[in-house]
């Protein structure tokens, strides 16, 4: 599965931004759709999942209330809808896909995921 992210641009504190992850491929019911950013010498930190079939999420405590996960299975897409926007989550944006042939917990780890997009830069000013 390819992915696409597009979406990121400069905004100023307090603003929102929806990023989009195009997957080229056949997505599965059991697989999770992951976001994680990376900041400027900084590791990579997961941000939010969610699963393909039910449209469960699941988010790191620093953007729960904020960000939003969706899906749309019919274009084969994931959206990341943030909202009050804060210098901290300058980033470069990242989607990923974790298969899976069964339903699994929800993961933050990096290497649990298979396929990853090409990142999207978000810079938001304060």
């Known amino acids: 599965v390819q992915l696409q992210a597009s979406g990121g641009g400069l905004v100023q504190a307090g603003d929102s931004l929806r990023l989009s992850c195009a997957a080229s491929?056949?997505?599965?019911?059991?697989?999770?759709i992951g976001w994680f950013r990376q900041a400027p010498g900084q590791e990579r930190e997961f941000v939010g999942a969610i699963n393909w079939r039910a449209g469960k999420t699941y988010y790191v405590d620093s953007v729960k209330g904020r960000f939003t996960i969706s899906r749309d299975p019919a274009w084969n897409t994931v959206t990341l809808q943030m909202n009050g926007l804060k210098p901290e989550d300058t980033a470069v944006y990242y989607c990923?896909?974790?298969?899976?042939?069964?339903?699994?917990?929800?993961?933050?780890?990096?290497?649990?995921?298979?396929?990853w997009g090409q990142g999207t830069l978000v810079t938001v000013s304060s």
């Open positions: 990923a896909r974790r298969g899976s042939l069964r339903a699994t917990p929800f993961s933050a780890f990096a290497y649990e995921y298979n396929d």
């Open positions: 491929g056949d997505i599965f019911s059991n697989d999770h």
